[in-house]
């Protein structure tokens, strides 16, 4: 059994490596196109914080383990760039220029996502960059010393972009922001979204919301960033506005791609090619709230979907159950979560939301250092569903919200998560959590 | 509507401040035989730590504010004796030696539960201590202030006595523990005990597991704890050997009570009287795990039933789902949480357990400052039902139990909490969340 798998990266290699614990008489090959595979992508704003840490250091298993260790034939520098159906074969080039071709049994396609790049002029320019492979993290680290980087500018105002903030803070750079939406994280609740502005600007950072950018140019040894209504200065500018998912040599190759382009998936992993499957940045899921196609790149769901892909290739059955959204960072002293739909997401899904925030408190009123927590959660009202929760505070938020995470998990109502037994100790929070409090305040509006 | 409620604490004054905002025209009488209402006991051990902070801090509403603004009928240093349930009267004494009666159409019995006392020679020693009460808190700040207190000894190794053990390291006390029982911490899995235990070691508290106290002996300006096989010498003794529920008033009144000799109730709280409702500590509730009844007196489970109550006798219907028993403490630098059944305890509820004991980090490889995070899970190897979690770390750890706590709610197996979506980032953990891990390896045991 020949199992292929494209890209080295989270979901290619658990896959891969799984495969091989599973069955070591399978012959695994992955072709990967950078010299990079199994790194923590996410903890590249934490590395690039950091100037005597090497980035080679989010290198969680090099290959030279996985060729040895795991008997993967790890193939780096080549990239794959034709998949044929018929003859079950993937061709592409080495970075030697020599050409390839690969047969398979069962294909893995696990070719991630590619930070977008805004079609604007100067986008080439020395010092404009992206963020998204190890390589970029690279350039990013030795864009900072070589141009002695006081000051820069994050286009794009995501996870990623103010993680990058912070970062670039911790590098004494000052950090302006711009994107051409008006609000600050806009699937989030305002109360909560306001608590993140007021956080950043308390850091330092400029946020110019609302302003579309134009072009970057060079202005003597400088950047400048022109935007509608604004020109801002840098020495460096990040451009971290979302990402893509690689799919073209799926969508190229007949298969059904869906939601934001993504390689349509079931819940095995299987794309429309019963001997392909897709996992990882560059594959669509189910989410759980809604039972709907989403595309929500994560590092867990990618590191899950390689291990259900092994095992179905190795002739198991294991299905997915999907993804719930959730999601947390850190910007600054705070932690931002989130699990299931916002508002707007459950309207467009069709349920009928009700929004409640509230804000409480991280430790009980008997026990010192308490810092605020703010939460906001979504119900709907006719079914009376737990639909989304969202949190924002100093401490105590990243956790939490795996609770919620797991009701979305079984539809369960705003009742049912109200009467769960938290946990309560006057170190890490109020007697009624601030979920419970928010459900108890959610459930009267549902009643109305 | 008279609604009487004895007890003036959690569950009591929930209920009647909820029955008063419900209904105002309800007339509401409180009988409580201190003269402290409504004030967090789970904070003293934290405000006995504080020489600065008095222990009335801890009162979270005063009784003038329940008289005048909330219109409640309190009576403090009112003691309860009698329930004549035929008559619907509750008669005591005061503080003044006065005899009372007050009639009722529904009565509410919030008892709470008092500390158990050792049944042995010298527990009436001066500085000799228990802690339930807020007047108790007083006693043992005011003790080690009068005796300049410099060793401990405390006779008990439950939540409250860890947290003492701390409060008094705080305080410069060397603290010396000492209980029956060889197993600090018997329920919990032994890998993660010995967590537990080496940083109580490793804070300079010296713990003595299997040695009954038999006596304490004043010897000149000391006290001497006699034990089997060990004398321990101090300046004050703490009892935290467990609470038993304030039931005597109920069953000499012919109500059931039961697991525990707790007062027993249903769903909406209603004793074996349907006039008369109980909640708090010392009332039953029934485990959400088991379906059976059980006695977990939880400061949550008090202000929730207290609700219900108010709810119930103000002509709604309010069910409460039961408990999981979820509970976390602090111990210095540690967080100790559990949900649900341990190993013994599901056996003896008839599952057939499988437990799996991992260690994973509080954050990602490629995050600096990680510590361990210890998870034992237990599952039921003919349902695979998830049963109960326990966890161990110096972060990361309180507010990721109710993760599982949720799921017990809705009696999820442990390959859908596998497969549950739960939050990651680097500052707060592996991409595999450590209860994720642990149930992945879990499954793998369930599988044999």
Same mark, same amino acid.
């Given at each position: 059994?020949?199992?292929?798998?494209?890209?080295?990266?989270?979901?290619?290699?658990?896959?891969?490596?799984?495969?091989?614990?599973?069955?070591?008489?399978?012959?695994? /090959?992955?072709?990967?196109?950078?010299?990079?595979?199994?790194?923590?992508?996410?903890?590249?704003?934490?590395?690039?914080?950091?100037?005597?840490?090497?980035?080679? @250091?989010?290198?969680?298993?090099?290959?030279?383990?996985?060729?040895?260790?795991?008997?993967?034939?790890?193939? /780096?520098?080549?990239?794959?760039?034709?998949?044929?159906?018929?003859?079950?074969?993937?061709?592409?080039?080495?970075?030697?220029?020599?050409?390839?071709?690969?047969?398979?049994?069962?294909?893995?396609?696990?070719?991630?996502?590619?930070?977008?790049?805004?079609?604007?002029?100067?986008?080439?320019?020395?010092?404009?960059?992206?963020?998204?492979?190890?390589? @970029?993290?690279?350039?990013?680290?030795?864009?900072?010393?070589?141009?002695?980087?006081?000051?820069?500018?994050?286009?794009?105002?995501?996870?990623?972009?103010?993680?990058?903030?912070?970062?670039?803070?911790?590098?004494?750079?000052?950090?302006?922001?711009?994107?051409?939406?008006?609000?600050?994280?806009?699937?989030?609740?305002?109360?909560?979204? #306001?608590?993140?502005?007021?956080?950043?600007?308390?850091?330092?950072?400029?946020?110019?919301?609302?302003?579309?950018?134009?072009?970057?140019?060079?202005?003597?040894?400088?950047?400048?960033?022109?935007?509608?209504?604004? #020109?801002?200065?840098?020495?460096?500018?990040?451009?971290?506005?979302?990402?893509?998912?690689?799919?073209?040599?799926?969508?190229?190759?007949?298969?059904? /791609?869906?939601?934001?382009?993504?390689?349509?998936?079931?819940?095995? !992993?299987?794309?429309?090619?019963?001997?392909?499957?897709?996992?990882?940045? !560059?594959?669509?899921?189910?989410?759980?709230?809604?039972?709907?196609? !989403?595309?929500?790149?994560?590092?867990?769901?990618?590191?899950?979907?390689?291990?259900?892909?092994?095992?179905?290739? !190795?002739?198991?059955?294991?299905?997915?159950?999907?993804?719930?959204?959730?999601?947390?960072?850190?910007?600054?002293?705070?932690?931002?979560?989130?699990?299931?739909?916002?508002?707007?997401?459950?309207?467009?899904?069709?349920?009928?939301?009700?929004?409640?925030?509230?804000?409480?408190?991280?430790?009980?009123?008997?026990?010192?250092?308490?810092?605020?927590?703010?939460?906001?959660?979504?119900?709907?009202?006719?079914?009376?569903?737990?639909?989304?929760?969202?949190?924002?505070?100093?401490?105590?938020?990243?956790?939490?919200?795996?609770?919620?995470?797991?009701?979305?998990?079984?539809?369960?109502?705003?009742?049912?998560?109200?009467?769960? #037994?938290?946990?309560?100790?006057?170190?890490?929070?109020?007697?009624?959590?601030?979920?419970? /409090?928010?459900?108890?305040?959610?459930?009267?509006?549902?009643?109305?």
């Amino acid at each position: 059994m020949k199992f292929l798998v494209i890209g080295g990266d989270a979901a290619g290699m658990s896959a891969a490596s799984k495969a091989k614990r599973l069955d070591p008489d399978i012959e695994v /090959t992955v072709l990967e196109k950078t010299f990079d595979v199994s790194y923590s992508a996410c903890g590249m704003p934490y590395n690039i914080a950091d100037p005597d840490r090497s980035i080679d @250091d989010l290198v969680v298993r090099d290959a030279k383990t996985f060729i040895e260790k795991n008997r993967i034939n790890l193939l /780096t520098g080549h990239e794959a760039r034709k998949i044929d159906r018929e003859n079950r074969t993937v061709e592409g080039f080495a970075s030697d220029g020599e050409t390839f071709a690969y047969g398979y049994d069962r294909l893995l396609i696990a070719t991630g996502a590619s930070a977008r790049v805004l079609d604007i002029p100067g986008t080439d320019l020395d010092g404009v960059l992206v963020l998204k492979s190890l390589e @970029d993290g690279r350039k990013i680290k030795s864009c900072i010393e070589r141009k002695q980087v006081k000051k820069a500018v994050i286009a794009g105002m995501g996870y990623i972009s103010l993680e990058m903030a912070e970062a670039l803070h911790e590098r004494s750079v000052h950090v302006q922001m711009v994107k051409p939406g008006k609000k600050l994280l806009p699937w989030m609740s305002r109360d909560l979204a #306001d608590v993140v502005n007021q956080e950043l600007e308390a850091e330092g950072v400029t946020l110019y919301p609302g302003h579309a950018v134009k072009r970057i140019e060079k202005t003597g040894g400088n950047l400048t960033v022109v935007c509608e209504g604004l #020109d801002l200065d840098a020495d460096m500018v990040i451009l971290a506005v979302g990402v893509a998912p690689n799919s073209r040599i799926a969508s190229e190759a007949g298969l059904e /791609t869906g939601i934001g382009g993504a390689v349509a998936v079931d819940q095995f !992993c299987r794309t429309s090619d019963e001997n392909i499957y897709s996992a990882g940045d !560059c594959a669509d899921a189910f989410h759980v709230v809604t039972g709907e196609k !989403c595309y929500i790149p994560l590092a867990l769901r990618a590191n899950r979907a390689g291990w259900a892909v092994a095992d179905n290739v !190795c002739g198991g059955r294991t299905a997915l159950q999907g993804v719930a959204g959730t999601a947390v960072f850190k910007v600054f002293d705070l932690e931002v979560a989130r699990t299931g739909l916002t508002t707007k997401e459950a309207a467009d899904a069709g349920f009928d939301p009700v929004e409640e925030t509230i804000r409480s408190s991280s430790r009980a009123h008997s026990y010192p250092g308490a810092h605020p927590v703010h939460v906001a959660m979504v119900g709907d009202r006719k079914t009376r569903r737990l639909l989304g929760v969202q949190m924002v505070g100093k401490e105590g938020v990243a956790h939490r919200i795996n609770a919620p995470a797991v009701a979305l998990h079984t539809h369960m109502t705003v009742d049912a998560f109200s009467q769960t #037994d938290l946990a309560y100790a006057p170190p890490f929070g109020p007697t009624w959590d601030p979920m419970l /409090t928010c459900a108890n305040q959610l459930l009267k509006k549902l009643k109305d």
